[in-house]
């Protein structure tokens, strides 16, 4: 059994590892020295964290009480019941004295004992224990546990949460989200929801992986436009091959002038059907056209489409085909896309009969 890998996991869980909280360690196997610190990472708490997270905090083989910088673990103060940090307040929020533990507890214990418990505390805690004069709640060691900067019940607790906080715990903003707020201002201002919708809608309105990476591409400002190559060293100008201009991806997709044409006609035509009028306002409707219309419903999504594959339609005629932009060849584009839209309902439909 000592030659199994299993018998680190049962080493450290005889060490109180899973229920304490030890901070990081090093494992030889590098499987379960990732479990180990990824559970050590979720188990970490803020000096200035709510009482209920400090008074549920375990006592013993715990990063944050150290005696003489070094954890410990009183065996027989734990086998008395003495587990959780509550377990040595009184409920005025006061420390309990030596008197008061060897009578609630039946344990031997001494003056220099507790003023170690006591002295090891951070003083961050102690002033919130000082200042929670009454507690209702109280924590059962067997079922509660204190993991992603909250107490939770083991018996109803989700792998999941401890999924997303890790996921959190890691995330990076996209450095294309801060060179679009540069651009726009108003991004800096704008709701949390707003950017997650942003990198959602492509997938909302088009089941076509095609679009779907093409609109990730302009998020992430991948469009190989003048500007972009010349960044990259591959032409020797960022000047727009048509009119004489800077070729960033704005320009590419609104500015240019075959596209700025293009999108007049676009909106004239939208606004002749009568469902939803738009002016046409580049200032108002240049993030719109990059990013989509972040409204609900579903002529939203109808226009969010047809706008997405007009990006397209431009991108590839500026690529491929020398900049020749028609707006009725991209209507004629989109008829052929719709109907093979209904003809995969269609499709479906039947054989769900």
């Known amino acids: 059994m000592e030659s199994?890998?299993?018998?680190?996991?049962?080493?450290?869980?005889?060490n109180y590892f899973?229920?304490?909280?030890?901070?990081?360690?090093?494992?030889?196997?590098?499987?379960?020295?990732?479990?180990?610190?990824?559970?050590?990472?979720?188990?970490?708490?803020?000096?200035?964290?709510?009482i209920d997270n400090i008074m549920?905090?375990?006592?013993?083989?715990?990063?944050?009480?150290?005696?003489?910088?070094?954890?410990?673990?009183?065996?027989?103060?734990?086998?008395?019941?003495?587990?959780?940090?509550?377990?040595?307040?009184?409920?005025?929020?006061?420390?309990?004295?030596?008197?008061?533990?060897?009578?609630?507890?039946n344990i031997r214990c001494s003056f220099l004992d507790v003023l170690q418990i006591r002295e090891?505390?951070?003083?961050?805690?102690?002033d919130a224990i000082r200042s929670q004069r009454c507690r209702q709640?109280?924590?059962?060691?067997?079922?509660?546990?204190?993991?992603?900067?909250?107490?939770?019940?083991?018996?109803?607790?989700?792998?999941?949460?401890?999924?997303?906080?890790?996921?959190?715990?890691?995330?990076?903003?996209?450095?294309?989200?801060?060179?679009?707020?540069?651009?726009?201002?108003?991004?800096?201002?704008?709701?949390?929801?707003?950017?997650p919708n942003i990198f959602k809608l492509s997938f909302k309105i088009t089941r076509e992986t095609k679009l779907q990476s093409f609109q990730f591409k302009?998020?992430?400002?991948?469009?190989?436009?003048?500007?972009?190559?010349?960044?990259?060293?591959?032409?020797?100008?960022?000047?727009?091959?048509?009119?004489?201009?800077?070729?960033?991806l704005k320009h590419f997709f609104l500015y240019c002038n075959k596209s700025h044409s293009f999108w007049n006609s676009f909106f004239k035509w939208w606004n002749n059907l009568g469902d939803i009028v738009i002016a046409p306002d580049y200032a108002t409707l240049a993030e719109s056209i990059l990013f989509g219309f972040q409204s609900e419903g579903e002529i939203f999504n109808v226009i969010n489409y047809c706008i997405l594959l007009a990006k397209y339609y431009i991108y590839c005629q500026k690529i491929h085909n020398n900049n020749k932009i028609d707006f009725y060849q991209y209507l004629a584009h989109l008829r052929c896309k719709l109907s093979i839209?209904?003809?995969i309902m269609y499709s479906e439909y039947k054989w769900a009969l």
């Open 4 to 14: 199994c890998t299993w018998s680190v996991l049962q080493n450290q869980q005889h």
């Open 18 to 50: 899973f229920i304490s909280n030890q901070g990081r360690i090093n494992i030889e196997q590098k499987f379960y020295h990732e479990i180990f610190n990824s559970w050590s990472e979720v188990r970490a708490v803020s000096m200035h964290s709510e």
């Open 56 to 105: 549920g905090q375990i006592l013993w083989n715990n990063r944050y009480l150290q005696i003489q910088k070094k954890t410990f673990h009183w065996e027989h103060w734990a086998c008395k019941g003495i587990m959780m940090l509550q377990d040595i307040i009184t409920e005025n929020g006061t420390f309990m004295n030596e008197s008061e533990l060897r009578k609630l507890y």
């Open 120 to 126: 090891c505390i951070p003083k961050e805690w102690k």
């Open 137 to 195: 709640k109280k924590f059962n060691f067997s079922n509660d546990v204190f993991i992603c900067d909250k107490m939770y019940n083991i018996e109803t607790f989700k792998t999941s949460i401890i999924y997303n906080y890790l996921i959190k715990q890691k995330y990076r903003t996209p450095t294309c989200i801060t060179k679009w707020k540069e651009i726009y201002p108003g991004f800096n201002d704008a709701s949390e929801d707003l950017w």
């Open 218 to 248: 302009i998020i992430h400002r991948l469009i190989t436009c003048q500007k972009k190559l010349h960044e990259m060293k591959i032409v020797d100008s960022d000047i727009c091959l048509y009119c004489a201009e800077k070729d960033d």
């Open 341 to 343: 839209e209904e003809n």
